[in-house]
């Protein structure tokens, strides 16, 4: 079997660190990576061109995963919605070899609304981003209505059908 990069984008409060979270602890041999653990800053801003170090973050720590040989390198971010940034972090990874499997959670507006509710942010929810066209290629899996639980087999189901 090939090693297996699981990216999950998606909108802020969509569920993706819930989800990648959850998958982790169900897959043995995994490593998991959260993009916002690389974008620690204040303030945050897409534009900021100093940002782009957490692109180099993040393509070192899925390397060192995937060199690692871990089995499934689950990876979690909404800056990879953007071509250019996912493109970017793909492409400074040192391994080789191994599949890539994409994955965008969406939901309503509802939805969103009431998870960030739910979640307490302070701010005004944003549907920014969950307006952005999927990555060419990814699997859309709308939550609306989903547990996290089932979620979570939908993406193990297509890890499945990769594994042959």
Known sequence: MKQKLIIISGSPCVGKT???ERLFDSLSNSAYLDGDWC???????????????????MSFILSTYLNSVFDYVIFS?????????????????????FDIIGITLT???ETLRARHKKR????EVSFHWLHLPPYPGDVVINTD????????EIIKALIERTNG
Not at 39 to 57: A, E, M
């Open 18 to 20: 819930t989800v990648a």
């Open 39 to 57: 974008w620690c800053v204040n303030p945050f801003s897409i534009t900021d061109p100093r940002l782009r170090n957490g692109d180099k973050n």
């Open 77 to 97: 971010s909404v800056v990879v919605m953007y071509k250019t940034i996912r493109e970017t972090v793909i492409n400074d990874i040192t391994a080789k070899d």
């Open 120 to 123: 307490g942010d302070k701010g």
């Open 107 to 109: 939901c309503s507006e």
């Open 145 to 152: 209505g989903k547990t996290v639980r089932q979620t979570v």
